[in-house]
């Protein structure tokens, strides 16, 4: 399906709006490290937890998020977890001990771990195959405008009204995009369906038994293991440290880390929808005499 133009943007902009203030909480960390160390008092190995934190609430939910997302619109499931991501941002603005900040971050964590792949699954009803390989470009390309923003523009901004200010100023955008996936982006055509009993549990079978996964799954998880160590956590410290960068020139290179990040996702999707609607995909394909291509 290929939704008219009015209708697409209503699906773009407000899943767009969700995965872009996911990225900011997934690296504002490496920004705000020091003042978190100075206002309450933790260890320098404190930021790294609460990293950490975000990332296992994050990963524990993937699994019943599929789940979710194959019986319910995606719309409604974004919308339930980003209240709970508001919440925690607000408790995480709020708190007054390391525990605090460890419960905001959870929830923060949790809340956002749909905004990507609600957002791709809201692009399988309202865009044509053709080109989703474009239009998930601009999607993490949202994600990375948050990255973006989680640099020069945070840095700014902690030192106008405090992490803390901060902090409460996300948790009300975070409601304020619930509230325009619910109401701004139309209710799926598509009938929802009820998968049958047991059908999950193969479903996660056939992913980790097949070949394509184990040869596709260590590439990308290293890869973005290793990226968002870097961009969201320890090359902050280091630039402080070891580079003995001030405050604002260590967030000018975020800033610019997350330009190039931006600049890859949107060039590598506009050449996979050019390639696709010349042929040329990266799915495997069986041709009548039986063999495999590529």
């Known amino acids: 399906m290929n939704a008219p133009l009015p209708i697409r943007l209503r699906v773009f902009f407000p899943f767009a709006a969700g995965y872009f203030l996911s990225y900011l909480y997934r690296t504002i960390n490496a920004v705000i490290a020091s003042d978190l160390t100075a206002d309450l008092g933790v260890g320098p190995s404190s930021p790294g937890l609460l990293t950490g934190i975000y990332f296992i609430a994050f990963a524990s939910f993937q699994l019943p998020l599929g789940a979710?997302?194959?019986?319910?619109?995606?719309?409604?499931?974004?919308?339930?977890?980003?209240?709970?991501?508001?919440?925690?941002?607000?408790?995480?603005?709020?708190?007054?001990s390391f525990t605090g900040l460890l419960l905001g971050r959870a929830l923060i964590g949790l809340g956002v771990s749909a905004?990507?792949?609600?957002?791709?699954?809201a692009h399988t009803t309202w865009f044509s195959p053709n080109v989703w390989p474009m239009i998930n470009g601009f999607q993490l390309a949202s994600g990375s405008l948050g990255a973006i923003f989680a640099t020069v523009p945070v840095e700014t901004a902690a030192q106008t009204i405090g992490w803390r200010g901060l902090f409460l100023v996300l948790a009300a955008l975070t409601f304020l995009a619930a509230a325009a996936i619910f109401w701004g982006v139309p209710q799926s055509p598509s009938p929802r369906s009820t998968p049958e009993p047991g059908k999950g549990k193969h479903g996660c079978k056939h992913i980790f038994t097949s070949a394509t996964f184990w040869r596709v799954a260590p590439l990308t998880t290293f890869s973005q293991a290793a990226f968002l160590s870097i961009q969201g956590l320890w090359a902050g410290p280091w630039l402080r440290d070891v580079g003995n960068l001030e405050r604002a020139d260590v967030a000018n290179v975020l800033f610019w880390v997350a330009i190039a990040m931006a600049s890859g996702f949107m060039t590598l999707g506009s050449v996979g929808s050019r390639l696709s609607r010349r042929g040329i995909t990266i799915k495997r394909e069986k041709r009548t005499d039986g063999r495999i291509t590529r």
Not at 78 to 91: D, I, N, P, S, Y
Not at 115 to 121: I, S
């Open 115 to 121: 905004c990507l792949m609600a957002a791709f699954k």
């Open 68 to 96: 979710l997302l194959d019986r319910c619109d995606a719309r409604k499931v974004e919308t339930l977890l980003l209240f709970f991501a508001g919440v925690g941002a607000f408790l995480f603005g709020t708190a007054r």
